[in-house]
């Protein structure tokens, strides 16, 4: 795969369910992040991983948000007890390294509606 | 706090006319400064960016014009076509986290629907 792939592409949930989605970075890029986009919010950054790490987390809305990266690649992003607020577009984007000029390249996002 | 403002929310323009989009930041720790396309059901692409000791940097159609000292940046399209009719963002980097790095996080604007009309 070229670019980056993120799984599914609509995931549709009743309140208060968990929902997990998925984004695989293009491979052997070291940086990943995550991002939200709604329409009252604009794009927002949620997460950073440096490889399997999270430095910044500073973006999660609440606890009921959390990532993980496994083996440097693939990551998921769990969002527990689902609330309507929580219905966006979510972004996964990788780049070769960190840093202001590395860039990033986005996957086509998941669209998540909470009814 | 929005640490990017973008201008203005939608823009729609002639085919062959200049489309003009402004940004303001308001952190001066910001070191790159990319705008970034965006198609309905796409992620954002990125199309051009500027470090800030560039005052314009042109690429084709797509000129970015910097002003450091006003902390403001915009994005012109010459000969605007109709494919360009697109979401477009205007973003900064270089917040620093943990250890003196900057790990590139994106502080996006708005966002500028654009339309050319044929």
């Known amino acids: 795969g070229a670019g980056v792939s993120q799984s599914p592409s609509n995931k549709v949930t009743e309140k208060g369910k968990d929902v997990e989605l998925r984004c695989d970075p293009i491979?052997?890029?070291?940086?990943l992040y995550w991002y939200r986009q709604s329409l009252g919010q604009g794009l927002e950054f949620l997460i950073y991983?440096?490889?399997?790490?999270?430095?910044?987390k500073s973006g999660l809305p609440s606890d009921r948000f959390s990532a993980e990266r496994t083996g440097g690649s693939v990551s998921t992003l769990t969002i527990q007890r689902t609330q309507q607020e929580d219905s966006a577009v979510y972004l996964c984007?990788?780049?070769?390294?960190?840093?202001?000029?590395?860039?990033?390249?986005f996957g086509p996002g998941t669209r998540l509606t909470v009814l | 706090q929005q640490q990017v403002k973008q201008s203005p929310q939608s823009l729609i323009v002639q085919k062959g006319g200049i489309s003009i989009i402004n940004c303001a930041y308001e952190n001066t720790a910001f070191d790159y400064f990319p705008w970034y396309q965006q198609f309905p059901g796409k992620g954002p692409a990125l199309l051009i960016a500027i470090r800030p000791d560039v005052s314009e940097k042109k690429e084709g159609r797509f000129t970015i014009s910097f002003n450091k000292s006003a902390k403001q940046f915009s994005l012109h399209i010459m000969d605007s076509q109709p494919g360009d009719s697109a979401t477009y963002f205007c973003?900064?980097?270089?917040?620093w986290g943990a250890g003196g790095t900057s790990y590139g996080k994106l502080t996006f604007g708005q966002g500028t629907i654009l339309t050319v009309h044929p």
């Open positions: 973003a900064a980097k270089g917040e």
């Open positions: 991983f440096q490889g399997n790490s999270a430095p910044d």
């Open positions: 491979s052997g890029h070291t940086a």
């Open positions: 984007a990788s780049s070769q390294r960190p840093g202001s000029y590395n860039e990033q390249f």
